[in-house]
């Protein structure tokens, strides 16, 4: 005699892992047009020779057609910032050269900014979950959890040490779980004063240019000038982890 009460097998659903096609395909995209970029020779156009090549045909185009300069201007910097291409400080120039320190530095930040957050959002859909899974009780876990303690402190001074290279901070955020408006805000407010430092130079590049002096980047970061205001946001940036770990410290 059958049992009308038996139970049915029970059926569990599961959510399919992403296919490495798909979750690569991001990486893939701007691993392809890196590789384009160089190809085509575009380090030849970002460069102090072709800007001064180019110099009066682009001061042309950027007074006649000021907001799509602009716009186009800030739309390139994202781009070459999300493929991380290297020797961005050269666009920087161009950018103050055309727009002047303010208008140029701004212009610098926004691109940088959109740029760094789109390959903040490919790692991290690439290899984001990847990492999760492999990160229970080891030293990833650890940092993880100091990282997100003191996020936005920790997300700035990483933007204000020019010891890293951009494109390493635009990454290394990604494998952890950082909260995206930690991200941009960090980025937007950190990249401020080195992009402003190159807008200033590129501002008065064109008087360099006309006299036959040459424009030298080397050490232009490490210059007391510079250093010294960076180095006081870093002490900033730093004072809510210093009091968050006295004031966690056990009253005796």
Do not use: C, H, W
Request: avoid cysteine; aromatic fraction near 14%; glycine fraction near 10%.
């Amino acid at each position: 005699m059958s049992n009308s009460n038996s139970e049915a097998p029970l059926s569990v659903t599961t959510t399919p892992k992403k296919s490495l096609l798909k979750r690569f395909a991001p990486l893939a995209v701007i691993a392809l047009a890196l590789t384009l970029f160089f190809t085509l020779g575009g380090p030849e156009y970002i460069s102090l020779e072709s800007l001064k090549q180019n110099r009066e045909i682009l001061s042309a185009f950027v007074t006649q057609n000021f907001i799509v300069s602009i716009l186009a201007f800030i739309g390139l910097y994202a781009l070459l910032t999300a493929i991380s291409v290297p020797g961005a400080s050269f666009l920087s120039l161009f950018g103050g050269f055309l727009f002047g320190s303010v208008t140029g530095g701004f212009a610098i930040v926004i691109g940088a900014t959109i740029g760094a957050t789109l390959l903040f959002l490919a790692a991290r859909y690439a290899i984001g979950d990847f990492l999760k899974a492999k990160s229970g009780g080891n030293y990833i876990q650890k940092f993880e959890k100091g990282l997100k303690e003191n996020e936005l402190s920790y997300l700035f001074i990483l933007r204000l040490v020019p010891a890293f290279p951009f494109f390493v901070v635009n990454f290394v955020p990604a494998l952890f779980d950082v909260k995206i408006r930690n991200y941009i805000l960090s980025t937007f407010f950190g990249i401020m004063p080195g992009s402003f430092v190159y807008a200033s130079v590129g501002a008065g590049i064109g008087a360099v240019f006309e006299q036959g002096g040459d424009v030298k980047l080397s050490g232009l970061m490490t210059q007391p000038k510079v250093i010294l205001p960076i180095f006081g946001l870093i002490i900033l940036a730093l004072i809510p982890v210093i009091y968050k770990r006295f004031a966690q410290r056990p009253v005796t």
